[in-house]
């Protein structure tokens, strides 16, 4: 049986719920983009498929990568509130 410290102070986590929320928005928005760059290709690899150069998968695909990994870096700066002593 371990004996509890009455000293020890309660854990506490690293980021707020604010931040979790941001990261998680980010995390879909990097998953999107991958889905979205998904496809295109052809069964048969003597006929070409003009459609892997489409919009989506060109430049909005990319951007939604891009913006996922800066929402990312933006939920780990964000900083948490002091709590009043």
Do not use: H, W
Request: net charge positive; glycine share 8%.
């Amino acid at each position: 049986m371990q004996k509890k410290d009455k000293n020890t102070t309660p854990q506490e986590f690293i980021f707020e719920k604010k931040n979790y929320t941001i990261m998680f928005a980010g995390l879909a928005c990097i998953a999107l983009g991958f889905i979205l760059m998904s496809g295109g290709g052809t069964d048969n690899p003597d006929v070409f498929n003009p459609e892997i150069f489409s919009f989506r998968r060109i430049r909005l695909a990319p951007t939604l990568v891009i913006l996922g990994f800066a929402l990312e870096i933006y939920a780990i700066l964000v900083p948490a509130k002091k709590k009043k002593a």
